[in-house]
């Protein structure tokens, strides 16, 4: 790992003449140690859940990928975290505060968490969608199978009349019925508050001689939910917006800005509040797909994420074909931008149609990753159900 992250070190420097974006070099190598850690977290705990089930009852009963690794060389290598750094972005910086509050969320290390969480939500405003995973993650721990299927697990062991088996499907309760730490969740929010004011007392103070808080909210999160910019990016903002009529427009902006509040955050923390890790993942893809000013550098931060359950995920349908389908229109943006905005020879109709196809290969990917998921607990919910029959 340490081999990886200096070459990775070396070549950008060179790329980059040894000077210019060192900051986003050292942010990019500090966040892919970061995700290997958490991978290691997910790892340990999916390895103990399987052997509490039975399905794995030792090491080399069933090869477990070394998630944590997979998804540092994932980010590390990804072509759109390269981009983002020789291109200078702040994506970086961005998608390094929020895998700082997800390991300090795994790690249970709150006032971390809650640094990372404000300071992400600070750069952009999407990353506070994150409150949701990190409260059920300080609540309820790592993932894990679902508690319902414990508890009918001992059902059955109760039902079969052994008294050697339901004394070990009892002790098997006790150990994964977690009770919700309210404590843990409400010192969270205490340490969201106290760096929230500090955050504003800082801005307050250093931006009193140019219009205070008042401009900094109006430049920053109004300029963002108002779509007040509709230069040409990866999203499909931009166009729908140039095209709309004026008096329609604060409608639309209602709709559009609250449709990711209403039909994906309550569904996902309802059906995932057991997998808080994998609910982070979800809520990024779909902020990266709605947000108004999208990056390459929010697919670098998710496609990584993604990584941290390789074992679960490994019967992900069309897989292949999504990838094939980013690596497509990840080529074909710049050709389509250029034919259009510098040779003219195009119309805005050819970038909008492959930033339409961007966002439903990402829809795609979101939608197969929530179905491997639920397929995955199923499959462990049969195996649960023949183990206690046999």
Not at 43 to 63: A, E, F, H, I, P
Not at 217 to 225: A, M, Q
Not at 250 to 275: D, G
């Amino acid at each position: 790992m340490a081999l990886h992250c200096c070459s990775l070190f070396w070549v950008r420097s060179l790329v980059n003449g040894l000077k210019g974006n060192r900051v986003t070099i050292c942010a990019d190598i500090l966040s892919a140690l970061l995700l290997r850690a958490i991978g290691q977290k997910l790892q340990k705990t999916y390895s103990m859940n399987l052997k509490r089930l039975g399905v794995l009852r030792s090491s080399g009963d069933r090869g477990i990928l070394p998630c944590g690794d997979i998804a540092a060389l994932v980010y590390l290598w990804n072509p759109y975290t390269i981009l983002s750094c020789v291109g200078l972005s702040t994506s970086p910086i961005e998608n390094l505060a929020v895998i700082v509050s997800l390991y300090g969320a795994v790690t249970r290390r709150v006032p971390l968490a809650a640094f990372g969480l404000i300071t992400a939500t600070h750069l952009s405003l999407y990353p506070a969608s994150l409150a949701i995973p990190l409260i059920l993650l300080l609540g309820y721990g790592l993932d894990a199978h679902p508690l319902k299927n414990f508890l009918h697990t001992r059902d059955r062991g109760v039902e079969t009349g052994s008294t050697s088996d339901v004394s070990k499907q009892d002790k098997l309760t006790r150990t994964t019925q977690l009770p919700f730490l309210w404590r843990t969740v409400l010192h969270f929010v205490f340490w969201v508050l106290v760096l929230s004011i500090c955050v504003l007392v800082l801005c307050s103070l250093s931006l009193k001689q140019y219009g205070g808080l008042e401009e900094m909210f109006k430049r920053t999160y109004s300029f963002i939910l108002n779509i007040e910019d509709l230069s040409p990016n990866i999203g499909v903002f931009w166009y729908f917006f140039a095209e709309a009529f004026e008096s329609s427009r604060n409608y639309l902006l209602i709709v559009f800005n609250l449709y990711i509040l209403l039909t994906s955050l309550p569904p996902l923390a309802f059906r995932f509040k057991h997998r808080p890790c994998f609910l982070a993942f979800a809520y990024l893809v779909m902020s990266s797909i709605i947000k108004s000013y999208p990056s390459g550098g929010d697919a670098a931060l998710y496609l990584s994420l993604w990584a941290l359950f390789v074992n679960e995920l490994s019967d992900m349908n069309n897989l292949f074909f999504i990838l094939c389908g980013h690596i497509g229109v990840s080529l074909l943006s710049p050709v389509v931008h250029n034919i259009w905005i510098w040779r003219g020879t195009g119309n805005a109709n050819f970038y909008y149609g492959n930033a339409m196809g961007y966002v439903c290969f990402q829809f795609m990917f979101v939608e197969e990753s929530v179905n491997a998921m639920l397929d995955h607990d199923k499959a462990l919910e049969k195996a649960t159900g023949k183990m206690t029959k046999n």
